[in-house]
């Protein structure tokens, strides 16, 4: 342990006296210093004086007044005890820079609060120059050895000069390791980040997501908002859009350009950026021009991606090395995401054309499977659903009979009353359905398969192939289980005529709590209008338009 006495400080009214300074021409000061605190917070590097004695601090900030680094000066703290350094330390842990004196209450207070610094507050970035005024009781060698500092001064031969440059060359160690630091956190956020990309969902989700990222990463990488202190720079705004019929419309937006959704990007940005975003668009490429960032990235298929970030007040001080790993993540994604929304699109379009393969067999139009995939998907909205689980089963639905492909069409056909045994056979649709889809591991099938399987159902239990009751049956099976048999007596079928609609009105009452879900028939019939004008929309004697098929 190295022994430290306490200095007798030498007092006198020069500066460099009074700092332990000595030397010809001690007393001399960086130009354009003047007696007087900096104290402006804004802009500055913090540095922390700590020290028992007033002077030591009132000549500290007399050097140090007018200090400037790369066009910042320095916001001065002071503490006169290493119990006051603490509570300061607490207060602003982006304090860049600690001249810290050794003897203060204790003998070894100076040393104590290195410890604190380094191993309690795990703080590794603060640079500590550490001024005694009696180095012979505090040894360099040993002090260096046995504690994390980063400077050592001793008193007698620390000038004003020599503080000054001190300082600066702490400055600089401590922005550089703020600026390293920043940018392992940028490859953390890129790693973290670049897997949810490759994960399957729409191209609205991918785009807006990867802005929320590249604005998120911007805003990590703006090295002047880290040494100001502030999380991220102010006033920054961005866009994502989509090429769309020769130009790039607005599919979301961030900052200034919130609200723009559906406007064409060169009705918004019409400023020097415009040029940049209508360059990257002809290019396909990206560019770095003053405070602001934009990318292009193209499918396979010619589609387009615009990406467009600007910083604010400070700019965006970016990483460039950084934005362009991530872009090229970004890049390999959207060649994924299109994959993906190929597959799902040839998917919708398969189970679209197998429950009309189906329906035709029945001698029913195909605009029933349209019919019960939209209304299957505005009950589950008004129910409370997720718009993407709505989704999901607007596809899946117009599969719930695709199990009738092994029912002979003489029972499917049949204009009378069925028989018991022709009834069984054709409740088999149900598990033949099932068996069909359940193989898939896809989200959409399974979920077809799941309908398809429990749409006969009743919340009483009496229903078929299971006995299932309650909650007991998925709700996508009770959705489909209403509408279908809304859309199957509002309509004509080869053994009846239409219902009125009082009259299935009174059915779907009638069934309230036995064969229907309660609460999904109240919402249900809250909303019937909407129901109506689906089937409206869509009658029996048109073929389905192509604007309005599944998917």
């Not at 602003?92 to 820079?97: E, F, K, L, S, T």
């Not at 600690?98 to 609060?113: F, H, N, P, R």
């Not at 290019?283 to 003053?290: A, L, P, V, Y």
């Not at 299935?504 to 004008?533: C, K, N, Q, S, W």
Request: contains cysteine; hydrophobic residues 40%.
């Amino acid at each position: 342990m190295v022994d430290i006495a306490r200095t007798n400080r030498t007092r006198n009214n020069s500066p460099d006296a009074i700092l332990g300074f000595a030397g010809e021409g001690a007393a001399v000061l960086p130009r354009g210093c003047s007696p007087w605190p900096h104290t402006d917070p804004r802009g500055t590097f913090k540095l922390l004086i700590v020290d028992d004695e007033q002077e030591v601090h009132t000549l500290t900030r007399l050097v140090l007044k007018n200090y400037e680094l790369e066009g910042r000066g320095l916001n001065l703290l002071s503490a006169y005890s290493g119990v006051g350094a603490r509570q300061v330390l607490r207060d602003n842990p982006d304090i860049a820079v600690i001249l810290l004196d050794v003897v203060m209450e204790t003998e070894d207070s100076g040393l104590k609060l290195v410890r604190h610094i380094r191993e309690e507050l795990k703080n590794s970035k603060v640079r500590i120059i550490l001024r005694t005024g009696q180095p012979g009781q505090a040894p360099e060698l040993e002090v260096v050895a046995q504690y994390d500092i980063n400077d050592y001064k001793a008193k007698t031969e620390l000038t004003s000069q020599k503080l000054y440059t001190a300082v600066t060359s702490a400055l600089r160690s401590w922005r550089d390791i703020q600026t390293i630091d920043s940018s392992r956190a940028g490859l953390r956020r890129i790693i973290d980040s670049s897997g949810p990309l490759f994960e399957g969902h729409s191209l609205r989700r991918f785009a807006t997501g990867v802005l929320d990222e590249l604005m998120d990463l911007a805003a990590h990488q703006d090295h002047d908002a880290l040494l100001d202190g502030h999380p991220e720079p102010a006033g920054m705004s961005g866009l994502v859009a989509l090429a769309r019929g020769g130009e790039f419309v607005i599919e979301a937006g961030r900052g200034k350009y919130s609200g723009f959704q559906g406007r064409a990007v060169s009705a918004v940005v019409k400023d020097a950026a415009g040029s940049m975003v209508s360059k990257a668009g002809r290019m396909g490429c990206e560019f770095f021009f003053n405070n602001s960032f934009v990318s292009c990235i193209r499918g396979d298929e010619g589609q387009q991606i615009l990406f467009l970030v600007r910083g604010g007040r400070r700019g965006i001080s970016l990483d460039r090395d950084l934005i362009r790993i991530y872009m090229a993540n970004v890049a390999m994604a959207y060649h994924n995401v299109n994959l993906n929304t190929e597959i799902i699109e040839t998917q919708k379009e398969i189970i679209h054309t197998l429950g009309e393969v189906v329906e035709t067999r029945c001698k029913e139009t195909a605009n029933h499977v349209l019919r019960v995939g939209k209304m299957a998907e505005l009950l589950a909205l008004r129910a409370g659903l997720s718009e993407d689980e709505a989704t999901v089963l607007r596809v899946a639905a117009p599969m719930h009979d695709v199990g009738k492909v092994g029912v002979p069409d003489a029972i499917l056909n049949k204009p009378g009353a069925l028989t018991a045994e022709e009834y069984e056979t054709i409740k088999a649709h149900t598990t033949i359905g099932w068996e069909i889809l359940g193989k898939s591991d896809r989200r959409i099938i399974k979920s077809a398969s799941l309908v398809a399987h429990q749409h006969h159902e009743h919340w009483d239990g009496s229903g078929y192939p299971g006995g299932l009751s309650g909650e007991e049956i998925h709700i996508f099976g009770r959705i489909v289980a209403i509408v279908d048999v809304f859309d199957a007596v509002i309509n004509k079928r080869c053994y009846r005529d239409a219902k009125e609609l009082s009259d299935v009105v009174g059915m779907l009452r009638y069934g309230r709590g036995t064969h229907f879900d309660p609460e999904l028939v109240d919402v249900f019939l809250a909303h019937l209008t909407e129901f109506v004008a689906i089937v409206k929309a869509h009658p029996d004697h048109q073929e389905p338009r192509a604007e309005e098929s599944v998917g």
